[in-house]
């Protein structure tokens, strides 16, 4: 008999009740990762699959639905990206094989774990991801705002070195303008790939490795990497859809909430200054990150490695709830009190004044 078959699992994946109240948080859960995309390039994926997990879904539905919805949005982004010029086809077309591989295996990884070993076991290795890349990220972000001119002279010299590396084929790139052995976006792919699979996205590792590793200028990594989702998502979509870990319903909410984000932000990016889209962005990344911290003895309680009463289990969910939420909120406030404010001062100053 043909049609659909369901996944052969030892854990059944269970879909959640939808509530109002439900449905009203993955969707505002869409709006602040659409803001936060919108704004400062990425930044969705931190709060949109750890969110929905907090919500009760399970983490391996989470990063399946959050990697579908992202799919749609890159094809957007991406195309704006491309009018302006801003993506490397040839490099994007190279990198393909990479990533599709990377998003491969982590598929593989995140439902073998899940089928054999169960929801908690799933939770607590996406989770584990979550908290090595968040935790590294915040360090490089508190890094740069220490120091903000010495992190540029660093990332080109560590470029310049790979690039110097002539391990064959090496290939030049027009629009990046680098020459590169082909291995090191290769490379980059499967990383960025890997984490598009396991956690929901991987262009926030994607990008600074364009940038730092390979020397390619901001626009193009962001546009490249854009163009480079599309695949990722599609092919996660797929892979997550087929072994039925996507739910529609859950998609379509962070769409209607992304969508309206993602203008706000976009037109954020305008008025607000550098400095505070990376204060703005670090605080959100270690909330988040905390977020998921709080929640590993709850994992580990529930496969029966620790002993921790349910209570103590339902607080210390409500404490990553308010990490995550409260981290988001905070930096969506900053970001549209810095809108308004300069808005009120363009009110105020009809008249340049005169130095």
């Known amino acids: ?27 505002l859960l ?77 598929v593989k990884v995140n439902s073998q774990i899940f089928e054999s070993m169960g929801k908690a076991a799933s939770n607590l290795y996406i989770s584990m991801i979550f908290i090595l890349v ?46 590169v052995s082909l291995w090191f976006p290769l490379a980059v792919a499967f990383a960025t790939g890997y984490l598009a699979g396991t956690i929901g996205v991987g262009g926030f590792i994607g990008v600074p490795a364009m940038i730092y590793l390979l020397g390619i200028n901001t626009r193009v990594a962001a546009g490249t990497e854009l163009f480079l989702a599309i695949f990722s998502g599609a092919w996660g979509a797929i892979n997550y859809a087929l072994r039925g870990y996507v739910d529609l319903r859950l998609v379509v909410l962070l769409y209607l909430g992304s969508l309206v984000g993602v203008q706000l932000g976009a037109i ?12 703005a962005l670090v605080t959100v990344i270690a909330t988040s990150d905390l977020g998921r911290v709080v929640m590993i003895p709850e994992y580990l309680r529930r496969m029966g490695y620790i002993e921790m009463s349910q209570h103590a289990g339902e607080v210390l969910s409500m404490v990553s709830m308010a990490l ?15 809108v308004r404010d300069a808005a009120a001062l363009g009110r105020k100053a009809p008249a340049p004044s005169h130095h």
């Open 30 to 106: 869409g709006f602040i990762g659409g803001v936060l995309s919108g704004f400062l390039g990425s930044g969705g994926a931190f709060i949109m699959t750890p969110g929905m997990m907090n919500l009760g879904v399970p983490g391996i539905l989470a990063v399946g639905s959050n990697i579908t919805h992202k799919f749609g949005k890159a094809i957007v982004g991406s195309r704006s990206h491309g009018e302006l010029g801003h993506v490397d086809k040839k490099l994007a077309v190279m990198m393909v094989i990479g990533l599709l591989a990377g998003v491969q295996v982590a």
């Open 268 to 279: 954020a990016t305008e008025i607000v200054e550098q400095r505070v889209a990376k204060l």
């Open 324 to 338: 995550l939420f409260g981290g988001a909120l905070l930096a969506i406030a900053v970001i549209f009190k810095k």
């Open 134 to 179: 968040l935790t590294a990220i915040t360090l490089v972000i508190l890094r740069d705002l220490r120091r903000e001119q010495g992190e540029r002279k660093g990332g080109t010299e560590l470029a310049r070195r790979i690039q110097s590396i002539r391990i064959p084929p090496v290939v030049h790139f027009e629009v990046a303008r680098i020459r």
């Open 1 to 27: 008999m043909g049609g659909f078959v369901p996944p052969p699992t030892g854990a059944e994946v269970e879909f959640i009740d939808l509530t109002l109240g439900t449905a009203l948080a993955v969707a």
